[in-house]
């Protein structure tokens, strides 16, 4: 089966949370890993040959623009205890809409593992190249984190994260 490797300086994650003071935003390239899937004619993922993926991304290099603020998250994240954010694709099933699948898989962060599940979607730019993007909520709690509070900004536990992925295939 193919594998696509990501290519980290073309992929993107954003992270976006709210607090009782001002919305809370984070982004990052750098995201590292790879998906194996065949194509089937029509250019869509044959979901029968069952795809598979790996996914990593370094938490320190996560920012907001405000050292405050990235400095407590990293603490709360515990950046050297836990410093990537993993996620193992297991599953994926054909969507509603073109280019729409279902996925599923393992997210791994702080040391605790959740199983996931959402749509994502799956573009063949040409024959070497693929683009996948997606959007999940998380409950931070769910990973043993508790919201951070800074002074007197008390931030919400639910994080909305968004991933725009471009992985290239390996000869």
């Not at 769910?142 to 991933?163: A, S």
Request: aromatic share 6%; charged share 30%.
């Amino acid at each position: 089966m193919p594998r696509y490797r990501i290519v980290p300086e073309r992929s993107q994650v954003w992270i976006d949370a709210r607090s009782n003071v001002h919305p809370i935003h984070s982004e990052t390239d750098g995201l590292e890993g790879y998906v194996d899937f065949e194509r089937e004619s029509a250019g869509d993922v044959d979901v029968a040959a069952q795809p598979a993926g790996k996914l990593s991304l370094p938490v320190a290099r996560l920012s907001s623009g405000n050292r405050l603020e990235d400095k407590e998250l990293q603490k709360r994240m515990d950046v050297r205890r836990f410093p990537t954010i993993d996620g193992l694709l297991t599953t994926m099933e054909r969507g509603e809409a073109d280019s729409t699948y279902r996925v599923g898989g393992d997210l791994a962060f702080r040391g605790v593992v959740r199983r996931c599940e959402d749509n994502m979607t799956v573009v063949f730019l040409d024959e070497e190249t693929v683009e996948l993007g997606g959007q999940s909520t998380f409950d931070i709690r769910d990973f043993g984190m508790e919201p951070p509070r800074i002074l007197m900004l008390k931030v919400e536990p639910h994080v909305v994260v968004r991933v725009e992925i471009v992985a290239v295939k390996e000869s």
